[in-house]
C-alpha cells in the first residue's frame, strides 16, 4: 500500500501541472500592451518553470519547478531500490521539463498575436501616442501678451506602444485669437510606455482685448510623431474660460501693468493736452519732473475725476484674496467715466506719467495701492525735491515721490504727503 501511494504521488503532480497550464494565456496574466519575449530568450532559459517566470506566471512556474525538483528528488531517493517509482519520478522530471517549454512556446506565440493585433488598432486609430492629461488655467485677457513667457498650463503625453517615438512636436492655438500656433519640440525620444511631461503656452493677439464678458474658448491641440517609421499625428480640442477685458487676480501685484497704456490714443491726447495747457506754468526751484507729474494730477481734477469705492469688487477687500477675480478699468474708460477705485485712478496716473516718459511703481499694502515715480534725481541730492526725507524714499540711487491717487481733486502736496505718510508706516511694519 504505501509503495503505491508513492507511485501515485507523482501521477498526481503530473496532472496538477496539466491542469494549471490548460489555460496559459489570460488577460490577467499579463499586459498585451507590453511586448512578450521572444522565443529565442525561452530557449536560452529553458529550466523548468524559468520561460513561466519570464512571462510573469509565478503559480505555474513555482508548479513546474516543484514538480522537477519532486521528480529529480523521487529518482534519486528510488534509485536501485525501487525500479517502479524510479521510473515514475524520471517521467514526472522529464514531462515537467517538456511541458514548461511546450507551455511557454504556446503562450509567447498566443501573446504575439493578441500584441500584435493590439498594435494594429492603435495604429488604426492613430492612438500610439495620448495626450494623458491637458489642463489650461483660466486666462485673462488683459494679460495675453505675458502668457507667450508664461505657461498658461501642463500636457502629459504618454506612449502607449512598445517602440520609441520620435520627432515628437506639438502646437497649440485658438482660432480667432492667436495668429500663429505655439510650437514645441522633445528632443530626446519617448520610450515605450513612457510619459513625459511639459508646459504649455500660448500666442494670443489683442483680439482678446474686445471680450467683455468670461468666455469658454476651445482651443486645438496637434501632435506629430514618429513610431515604428510611421509618421502619424493626433489632433485634440482643448476647453478653457478666458476672463474678460478688465478681469485680474491679485496674486502678483505685477499683474496691473498689463493695465497701463501710455500709448493709447486717449491717454497721449490728455497728456499732450495738459503739456500744451500748462507749458508756459512752471514753478520756479521745482524739478521738471515734479512738475509734470503735479500738472497732470491737478488736470485729473479739472476734468472731473473722482475716487469711487468699487460696489462689486472693492480693492480694499480683493487685495488680500489672491485668488478672487477683481474688474479694473483700462485708463481710457476711467478717462471717461470719470470715476474709478484706487487701482483704476493708480493705473490711469501711471499711464498718464509713463506716456511723459516718467518712471513709475506700484506700492502695495494691506488693502491699498498707489503710485510712486522717479524724479531721476540722484540721493546725494535729495534736497531738490524736498528738504524732509520722511516725504521721499530712495531706490536704486534716485529719488522717489510717492502720491496718492484716491486724492484726485485735492491738491498735489496733500496727496503726496498723504501717500509718504502711508509708506512709512508700511515700512515701519515690514508690509512693503
Known amino acids: 500500500m504505501m509503495m503505491l501511494k508513492k507511485v501515485i504521488a507523482p501521477i498526481v503532480l503530473v496532472f496538477l501541472a496539466a491542469a494549471c497550464v490548460t489555460n496559459p494565456v489570460t488577460e490577467q496574466n499579463f499586459n498585451a500592451r507590453k511586448s512578450p519575449p ?42 536501485g531500490s525501487n525500479e517502479i517509482l524510479f521510473n515514475v519520478s524520471i517521467t514526472a522530471a522529464m514531462t515537467a521539463m517538456t511541458t514548461s517549454m511546450a507551455d511557454a512556446v504556446a503562450t509567447t506565440l498566443i501573446r504575439h498575436k493578441q500584441h500584435n493585433n493590439l498594435q494594429k488598432d492603435l495604429e488604426e486609430a492613430g492612438a500610439f501616442l495620448k495626450a494623458k492629461s491637458v489642463r489650461i488655467d483660466p486666462l485673462f485677457s488683459a494679460l495675453y501678451k505675458r502668457y507667450s513667457e508664461y505657461p498658461v498650463g501642463k500636457i ?6 512598445s517602440w520609441d517615438i520620435t520627432d515628437l512636436k506639438f502646437s497649440f492655438e485658438v482660432k480667432g485669437y492667436t495668429d ?4 514645441s519640440e522633445i528632443e530626446a525620444p519617448l520610450a515605450a510606455h513612457e510619459s513625459v511631461e ?7 493677439n489683442n483680439k482678446v482685448l474686445s471680450i467683455t464678458e468670461d468666455t469658454p474658448l476651445t482651443g486645438r491641440l496637434n501632435i506629430h510623431y514618429r513610431v515604428n517609421e510611421k509618421q502619424l499625428s493626433v489632433d485634440q480640442p482643448v476647453t478653457f474660460t478666458l476672463f474678460n477685458r478688465n478681469a485680474m487676480t491679485w496674486d502678483d501685484d505685477r499683474k496691473l501693468a498689463s493695465f497701463i497704456t501710455p500709448n ?22 521745482l524739478d521738471i519732473t515734479v512738475q509734470r507729474a503735479l500738472q497732470l494730477f491737478i488736470a485729473l481734477g479739472v476734468h472731473g475725476c473722482v475716487y469711487v469705492i468699487d460696489p462689486d469688487t472693492p480693492f480694499i477687500e ?48 494691506p488693502g491699498h495701492i498707489f503710485v510712486a515715480f522717479d524724479t531721476g534725481i540722484e540721493t546725494d541730492e535729495y534736497q531738490r525735491v524736498t528738504r524732509d526725507k520722511t516725504q521721499i524714499f530712495f ?38
Open 198 to 204: 511639459r508646459d504649455l503656452y500660448i500666442l494670443l
Open 38 to 79: 521572444a522565443l529565442a530568450v525561452l530557449f536560452t532559459f529553458a529550466l523548468p518553470g524559468v520561460p513561466q517566470l519570464i512571462h510573469g506566471e509565478y503559480l505555474e512556474a513555482a508548479a513546474y519547478l516543484g514538480l522537477t525538483i519532486g521528480g529529480l528528488a523521487g529518482a534519486i531517493y528510488s534509485s
Open 318 to 365: 480683493f487685495r488680500d484674496q489672491k485668488t478672487a477675480v477683481d474688474y479694473i478699468q483700462f485708463p481710457r474708460d476711467t478717462l471717461y467715466y470719470k470715476t474709478g477705485d484706487c487701482d483704476d485712478l493708480v493705473a490711469l496716473y501711471t499711464s498718464l506719467l509713463e506716456s511723459y516718459g516718467v518712471a513709475t511703481a506700484f506700492i502695495t499694502g
Open 264 to 285: 493709447d490714443v486717449p491717454v497721449r491726447l490728455f497728456a499732450r493736452s495738459v503739456a500744451q495747457m500748462l507749458s508756459s506754468s512752471k514753478v520756479d526751484n
Open 180 to 183: 500663429f500656433a505655439w510650437e
Open 395 to 432: 531706490m536704486e540711487g534716485t529719488v522717489w515721490v510717492p502720491v496718492e491717487a484716491t486724492l484726485v481733486g485735492s491738491s498735489f502736496v496733500e496727496a503726496w504727503y498723504s501717500a509718504a505718510r502711508q509708506y512709512r508706516e508700511w515700512e515701519q511694519e515690514g508690509v512693503l
Open 156 to 161: 502629459v503625453l504618454e506612449n502607449r506602444s
